[in-house]
């Protein structure tokens, strides 16, 4: 149910705090204990040499992002594959692996296909999803759930940042992480909801800068790049604003010459080791005409940014900076008049291949 809310979309992204606590008491005990992860599973990540996270679309997304967690924490190499290029293409492994499937619904056929050939080869699988009983929960050796509660509109906004948190979790309980992340957590959802709670202003921004435009495109280095790419899908998939996510860096090897008078240049801007970079790429666009928006955090915050996010540890940044892109879609999408929670040609789970 709806209940007060215009679309789907935006109580689901209003929830991602809700859902941040969630996650947070189901998998840390009051002594900030792990809980609830079966010992097996971080048995087999410890024994694994190298991991592989299967996924599509926004799941695969929340992966580029746990790629970070799990190779920092545990110090297991990690490779991020799209379940359609893995089923028919598969690269060669590693004598170890240990494989983790990423799903909002446990249903997506590319990556039943994945993990049926998986389990043909005799390789360990867990399943971190939101639907319980599914499909791809129930065939793999171990399963996690999400716990973001049903996720109606197409676009996929809490699952891909519970998918973030259980990752991280995952990662930390595997790994030898000093982070506090139950208390890191906390403030994550905190920090969450001040975001959400200032909507209007993505309302703004997504008028001002995308009214009448047909493209746009999104720019961050890192961690900021992997959310560039889910925040392109985000805007593009129900918009219909051609976007563009990629690495700032690559801009000068292609896309920039793309940039008219207007264009509309996200730039996602909270990694210090690479934000002096990301302002010179902003200065590169704005040079030929680009309208740049700039999300920034607020340790690497200029005057004139479109906004400054709270702040909290920069690996878990993700976590925040995506809400801006949740809602810039959202808010571009119901000034152009469209069903924000059923763009057409799509559904919410995609049981083909
Ligand atoms: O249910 P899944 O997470 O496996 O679905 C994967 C994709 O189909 C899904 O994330 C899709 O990209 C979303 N519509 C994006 O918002």
Redesign the pocket.
């Known amino acids: 149910d709806k209940g007060v809310y215009p679309y789907y979309m935006l109580k689901e992204v209003d929830e991602q705090a809700i859902v941040a606590r969630t996650l947070s008491q189901h998998y840390f005990d009051d002594d900030n204990q792990i809980q609830n992860i079966d010992p097996a599973i971080i048995e087999a990540i410890q024994s694994a040499d190298r991991l592989y996270i299967v996924?599509?679309?926004?799941?695969?997304?929340a992966g580029l992002v746990g790629k970070r967690y799990f190779e920092q924490w545990t110090g297991k190499p990690t490779e991020v594959h799209i379940?359609s290029e893995f089923a028919y293409d598969q690269p060669l492994l590693s004598d170890k692996p240990f494989f983790i499937f990423?799903?909002?619904?446990?249903?997506?056929a590319d990556?039943r296909e994945v993990l049926d050939n998986v389990i043909k080869q005799g390789f360990g699988s867990l399943t971190i999803?939101?639907?319980m009983n599914s499909t791809?929960t129930r065939e793999a050796d171990f399963a996690l759930p999400l716990l973001a509660g049903p996720e109606i509109a197409?676009?996929?906004?809490k699952?891909?940042t519970a998918q973030i948190i259980v990752e991280a979790i995952l990662a930390h309980a595997a790994g030898n992480s000093t982070l506090d992340l139950k208390h890191e957590l906390a403030k994550v959802a905190v920090e969450m909801q001040v975001i959400i709670d200032q909507k209007e202003v993505f309302k703004t921004i997504a008028e001002s800068a995308l009214r009448d435009r047909r493209s746009a495109f999104y720019i961050g280095r890192g961690l900021d790049a992997a959310v560039a790419v889910e925040a392109a899908?985000?805007l593009k998939?129900i918009s219909y604003v051609q976007t563009e996510g990629f690495a700032a860096g690559e801009l000068k090897h292609g896309t920039i010459s793309l940039i008219e008078e207007g264009t509309p240049v996200f730039a996602l801007l909270t990694q210090t080791k690479t934000a002096g970079l990301v302002r010179g790429e902003i200065a590169q666009v704005t040079a030929r005409g680009a309208n740049a928006v700039i999300i920034s955090s607020k340790a690497l915050a200029k005057a004139g940014d479109a906004y400054v996010l709270p702040e909290v540890n920069e690996l878990l940044m993700p976590l925040l900076t995506v809400i801006p892109a949740q809602l810039i879609a959202y808010y571009a999408t119901l000034d152009r008049g469209l069903d924000v929670d059923r763009p057409r040609n799509?559904a919410?789970?995609?049981t083909v291949q």
Do not use: P, W
């Open positions: 996924a599509a679309g926004t799941s695969y997304h379940s990423l799903s909002q619904s446990g249903e997506t990556s999803a939101n639907v791809l197409v676009a996929s906004t699952a891909y899908l985000k998939e799509l919410k789970s995609v």
